[in-house]
């Protein structure tokens, strides 16, 4: 398993194809700051309260200078079957080997149901313009997450 990464820490490469069949280079897109969030799977309940939660509250992260991308496993089709379900206004990206989530500590052990096994962890990542990361959250409860995240960004503005 990756050591999970922390602030400071330089951005792992991510270049993955989004849903839209486009390619998407995280050190290219260095304009911005960038919330990339770890999911499991599109279309469960974690993972659509977290995605619709970055939904409606993209504005506020957009206002403070943050593009939002999440990564699954999940292949292009499907993700943008989930952008089109929940009208997600934001980047998805899929990371079907898991690679870039093994690269960036996104799995490990993780517990659901009771039964452990190794798998994606729910985890989100503040990557600034100059491509360090100023956040590593791993192992996040998917409900009021995007809210502690604003409040996170909040005070160490």
Same mark, same amino acid.
């Given at each position: 398993? *990756?050591?999970?990464? &922390? @602030?400071?820490? %330089?951005? %792992?490469? $991510?270049? /993955?194809?989004?849903?839209?069949?486009?390619?998407?280079?995280?050190?290219?897109?260095?304009?911005?700051?960038?919330?990339?969030? #770890?999911?499991?799977?599109? #279309?469960? %309940?974690?993972?659509?309260?977290? @995605?619709? =939660? #970055?939904?409606?509250? /993209? @504005? @506020? +992260? !957009?206002?403070?200078?943050?593009?939002?991308?999440?990564?699954?496993?999940?292949?292009?089709?499907?993700?943008?079957?989930?952008?089109?379900?929940? !009208?997600?206004?934001?980047? +998805?990206?899929?990371?079907? =080997?898991? *690679?870039?989530?093994?690269?960036?500590?996104?799995?490990?052990?993780?517990?659901?149901?009771?039964? &452990?096994?190794?798998? %994606? $962890?729910?985890?989100? #990542?503040?990557?600034? &313009?100059?491509?360090? /990361?100023?956040?590593? !959250?791993?192992?996040? =409860?998917?409900?009021?997450?995007? *809210?502690? $995240? +604003?409040?996170?960004?909040?005070?160490?503005?």
């Amino acid at each position: 398993m *990756a050591r999970e990464l &922390t @602030a400071g820490d %330089p951005a %792992p490469a $991510l270049v /993955l194809t989004a849903h839209d069949g486009s390619t998407v280079d995280l050190a290219k897109r260095r304009e911005r700051a960038a919330v990339v969030y #770890f999911y499991p799977r599109a #279309f469960t %309940p974690g993972c659509t309260t977290e @995605a619709c =939660d #970055f939904r409606d509250n /993209l @504005a @506020a +992260l !957009q206002s403070r200078g943050y593009d939002v991308y999440g990564v699954s496993g999940d292949d292009p089709a499907e993700l943008a079957r989930f952008v089109t379900e929940y !009208q997600l206004p934001y980047t +998805l990206l899929s990371d079907p =080997d898991h *690679a870039a989530a093994r690269r960036w500590g996104a799995w490990g052990e993780r517990t659901v149901n009771g039964e &452990t096994s190794v798998g %994606p $962890l729910r985890s989100t #990542f503040v990557v600034g &313009t100059d491509g360090t /990361l100023t956040s590593a !959250q791993y192992r996040v =409860d998917a409900t009021g997450h995007v *809210a502690r $995240l +604003l409040a996170e960004l909040e005070a160490t503005s």
